[in-house]
Each structure stands twice: as structure tokens, then as C-alpha cells.
């Protein structure tokens, strides 16, 4: 089935660790997103890319890194500057870039978890 | 800043009844809206989008009106169903970055 591919669904990390959340999509999109969600809260962007290796910073990018080598692929690196990882991480693609309407298809999450 | 918001943060309907869950945004030049529906511990699923072009779209049991004149966008669920219980985001684009910029969300409890 076509669709978004988020792992690890939970991850529990120690404070200094970096850790790397997976996102693969079979959609052909173009635009990939990563937001972070913390309780209660809106999501906000951390990083989006709207073409294989080129990416942009959104509005909370300190402390996260991504790459886009593949179409498919749009990895999060949750490094030991993050000072507070803890959150719910959603994966997104879609988008402007593909010239369509703008709706964007979700992941089902990671939940990163910091001891 | 330009931001999109809620005016209320929960919601709590009789199974049955009609819901309506509103949204305000603050770019005049938005022009493409979107309403997310979020069950607890997944990720938003698309309901319905309107275009700025157009001040009513109908869906499955889900209206969406938009008021230019207001800067207000609304989404109706009729007959709400348990199912229907979830956080509600609404997100317009940014005519400027083209990204989607989203609210905070509603919570909707649905009491049978």
C-alpha cells in the first residue's frame, strides 16, 4: 500500500545520544516534512525538503539534522544539542512542491523519549 | 507574526448532535486551507480542504465554510459519532515559504 513509513514508533534515548528517526514514502512526492508535536501542542516544522539534496530549516530547527539522498528518504537526526528531544515526531510529504493542492500525508509518528 | 489559531481548545458534544469546530486565521493572503483530524498517539489524517475561491465545501458528514471577510474557517461534523473523537488542526498555506502552517488544535469528546 502506498503511504509514509515512520521507525521506531517508541525510542527512549539517554541525554547526550544522538538518534536517528527513519521516514520512507512510496507516494512519489517531491516535498518531505518532519514537525515536532509536544502535548497538547500544534506541531510545529523542523526541517522540509522539497527536492532530493536540498532541504530547508523550519522553525525549530536547532539541534536536529536531516538529509535527502533518496526521494524516499528523509531521515531526522535528534542530536545532543536538542535540549529538550522529548516529543512526538510526525513525517509528512506531499506538498506545494509536487504542484498539488497542498495537503500533506502523514506518518503515524516516532515518540522519542529521553531518560 | 502571521499565525492560525483556534477559538476554543475543547469541545464536548452529545453523540448524535452537530459539531463545529472554528478557526481563525491572520493572513489576509492565504489561499488554500486544510482540516486535520488526530486520534491519540497517531497522525493527522486529512478530512477536507477548501480553496480560497469558494466559501463552502461538503464532504462525508464534514462541511467546511470559509469566511474571507473574517479571516474564520469552520469545519461541521453532523451527526457526531464517537469515532469522531480526536484533536481537530486546521492549517492554511503560506503563500510566501508554500508551507502549510497549522493551528493548535480542538479537542473533540464525543459523550454517548
Known amino acids: 500500500d502506498g503511504g509514509i513509513t515512520q521507525s521506531p514508533k517508541y525510542l527512549f534515548r539517554k541525554e547526550g545520544q544522538n538518534v536517528t528517526l527513519s521516514c520512507e514514502q512510496n507516494?512519489?512526492?517531491?516535498?518531505m516534512y518532519w514537525y515536532r508535536q509536544d502535548p497538547g501542542q500544534g506541531l510545529r516544522l523542523i526541517y522540509y525538503?522539497?527536492?532530493?539534496?536540498?532541504?530547508q530549516k523550519g522553525d525549530i530547527a536547532e539541534g536536529y539534522s536531516v538529509s535527502r539522498e533518496k526521494k524516499e528518504s528523509f531521515p531526522l537526526t535528534v542530536t545532543s544539542a536538542q535540549k529538550n528531544p522529548t516529543a512526538f515526531y510526525l513525517c509528512?510529504?506531499?506538498?506545494?512542491?509536487?504542484?498539488?493542492?497542498?495537503?500533506?500525508?502523514f506518518g503515524e509518528g516516532s515518540r522519542l523519549t529521553v531518560l | 507574526g502571521e499565525s492560525v489559531g483556534l477559538h476554543l481548545p475543547t469541545l464536548s458534544v452529545q453523540e448524535g448532535d452537530n459539531s463545529i469546530i472554528n478557526c481563525a486565521y491572520s493572513?489576509?493572503?492565504?489561499?488554500?486551507f486544510i482540516w486535520y483530524k488526530q486520534e491519540s498517539g497517531k497522525g493527522p489524517q486529512f478530512i477536507i480542504d477548501?480553496?480560497?475561491?469558494?466559501d463552502k465545501r461538503q464532504g462525508q458528514r464534514v462541511t467546511v465554510l470559509l469566511n474571507k471577510t473574517v479571516k474564520h474557517l469552520s469545519l461541521q461534523i453532523a451527526a457526531t459519532q464517537p469515532g469522531d473523537s480526536a484533536v481537530y488542526f486546521c492549517?492554511?498555506?503560506?503563500?510566501?515559504?508554500?508551507?502549510?502552517?497549522f493551528g493548535k488544535g480542538t479537542k473533540l469528546s464525543v459523550k454517548p
Open positions: 509528512a510529504s506531499g506538498g506545494l512542491a509536487d504542484g498539488g493542492t497542498g495537503e500533506l500525508f
Open positions: 507516494l512519489n512526492h517531491d516535498a
Open positions: 525538503s522539497q527536492i532530493v539534496n536540498d532541504f
Open positions: 493572513n489576509s493572503a492565504s489561499d488554500y
Open positions: 477548501i480553496r480560497s475561491n469558494m
Open positions: 492549517a492554511e498555506k503560506d503563500v510566501n515559504q508554500g508551507n502549510l502552517i
